[in-house]
């Protein structure tokens, strides 16, 4: 027995959603994607003391990253950094602290370089990674401002 055009259309028809399901879920699989919480007991800053609460939330804006930090301090003070960049190594401006631009690139599905400068030149590096358990971003921070090094290890947990 034959199948009828309407057996046919139905197959193709479920066959189409489950591809377009599996596509809209891998594009939204990105590791860095969603909130993250910085853990202060497991966080170092040198020169310390880290802030007392931070939280970083990506997300996907036509077709580039845009991260969002907000920061508050023990004195109850609230401090937010925010830029959007694609990851093609371009410079982008960055608001709320002492660089003028990022650049951005995926080492790997798991790997984050952004580079940070002032007038031009390079001044810090962080290096952002997911654990394979997709719970945990660890930030790696070097810079240099007004003179001074600076370096952090910021342990972020998946909210």
């Given at each position: 027995m034959r199948p009828t055009?309407?057996?046919f259309a139905y197959v193709a028809l479920i066959a189409?959603?489950?591809?377009?399901?599996?596509?809209l879920f891998a594009q939204s699989k990105d590791a860095f994607?969603?909130?993250?919480?910085?853990d202060p007991d497991h966080s170092q800053f040198t020169p310390g003391p880290g802030p007392f609460d931070?939280?970083?939330i990506f997300e996907m804006k036509n077709g580039?990253?845009?991260n969002l930090t907000s920061t508050r301090t023990a004195n109850g003070g609230i401090t937010t950094i925010e830029y959007t960049a694609k990851?093609?190594?371009h410079d982008y401006s960055i608001d709320g602290t002492g660089l003028d631009t990022v650049s951005i690139k995926h080492e790997d599905a798991n790997i984050i370089e952004r580079t940070g400068k002032v007038r031009g030149m390079p001044s810090e590096t962080c290096t952002m990674k997911i654990a394979p358990d997709g719970?945990?971003?660890t930030m790696t921070v070097k810079g240099v401002y007004n003179g001074?090094?600076?370096?952090?290890?910021q342990i972020y947990r998946r909210q």
């Amino acid at each position: 027995m034959r199948p009828t055009f309407r057996q046919f259309a139905y197959v193709a028809l479920i066959a189409s959603l489950s591809l377009i399901a599996q596509m809209l879920f891998a594009q939204s699989k990105d590791a860095f994607l969603g909130k993250w919480v910085m853990d202060p007991d497991h966080s170092q800053f040198t020169p310390g003391p880290g802030p007392f609460d931070r939280t970083t939330i990506f997300e996907m804006k036509n077709g580039s990253l845009h991260n969002l930090t907000s920061t508050r301090t023990a004195n109850g003070g609230i401090t937010t950094i925010e830029y959007t960049a694609k990851f093609d190594g371009h410079d982008y401006s960055i608001d709320g602290t002492g660089l003028d631009t990022v650049s951005i690139k995926h080492e790997d599905a798991n790997i984050i370089e952004r580079t940070g400068k002032v007038r031009g030149m390079p001044s810090e590096t962080c290096t952002m990674k997911i654990a394979p358990d997709g719970k945990t971003l660890t930030m790696t921070v070097k810079g240099v401002y007004n003179g001074a090094n600076y370096a952090s290890t910021q342990i972020y947990r998946r909210q």
